[in-house]
């Protein structure tokens, strides 16, 4: 059974800081990986991918990838209220059609 | 750019109705098309996808069906709702070099 874990959260950091939410994959085979951003009641946003070992920097977020220990991270540097939403982490392996998602982590940011 | 639609945007049937929720996707040919339903306060559950017209795959047995009658065109039916198939009924696309996908607007069906 291929999974994507996340901690359910809720993460709360302050207005600035740095917040870091982190995604573990089982299937080594994985070879592109995504994070979404769900407000509540709304569809799901692609704000990342990331296929390639290290980091890809757009903005304030920072996606980074370690294939070798099958982790996947997203920082948001200084983080704002109008981030507070759930983040989803999604896998796809290659020769397949099917994302793997995982439950997301609720993220709140302290004005 | 490219766009999908997802309507209705909200809809409440009772308990053996049937449903019709409709998907197209503009500015693409021959996406892959997903069909997503996600229950209050969960993840996100892969009903069906499409790699052609025909094509459908089923990821989950249950009274739902699926059906791609155009290339940009997915459509999520049922003869005969449950309960338990309330919840946020999101359509995807895919088909960029990268694999991105992208989400519809979404459905909130309420089934009483």
């Known amino acids: 059974q291929k999974e994507v874990e996340q901690n359910s959260g809720p993460l709360s950091v302050p207005e600035g800081a740095i917040a870091s939410l982190n995604c573990t994959y089982s299937?080594?085979?994985?070879?592109?990986f995504f994070w979404y951003r769900q407000y509540s009641g709304k569809s799901p946003e692609l704000i990342m991918f990331?296929?390639?070992?290290g980091d890809k920097e757009d903005g304030r977020f920072t996606a980074q990838l370690n294939k070798a220990s099958q982790y996947v991270s997203l920082l948001i540097r200084d983080s704002q209220p109008s981030d507070s939403a759930t983040y989803l982490c999604?896998?796809?392996?290659?020769?397949?059609?099917?994302?793997?998602f995982g439950t997301g982590t609720r993220l709140k940011v302290l004005a | 750019s490219q766009t999908i639609h997802q309507w209705p945007a909200t809809l409440v049937q009772p308990v053996g109705s049937p449903l019709s929720l409709e998907c197209t996707v503009e500015?693409?040919?021959?996406?892959?098309l997903y069909w997503y339903r996600q229950a209050a306060g969960r993840g996100l559950q892969l009903l069906f996808y499409s790699v052609g017209i025909g094509q459908i795959s089923s990821e989950v047995p249950q009274n739902l069906s699926a059906s791609r009658p155009q290339d940009r065109q997915f459509i999520l039916s049922s003869k005969k709702l449950l309960l338990s198939d309330s919840g946020f009924y999101l359509c995807?696309?895919?088909?960029?070099?990268?694999?991105?996908?992208?989400f519809g607007p979404g459905t909130r069906l309420t089934v009483t």
């Open positions: 299937d080594r085979g994985s070879q592109s």
């Open positions: 999604a896998v796809i392996t290659s020769g397949t059609y099917k994302y793997i």
């Open positions: 990331i296929y390639s070992n």
């Open positions: 500015g693409t040919s021959n996406p892959n």
């Open positions: 995807a696309w895919s088909g960029g070099l990268d694999y991105e996908q992208y």
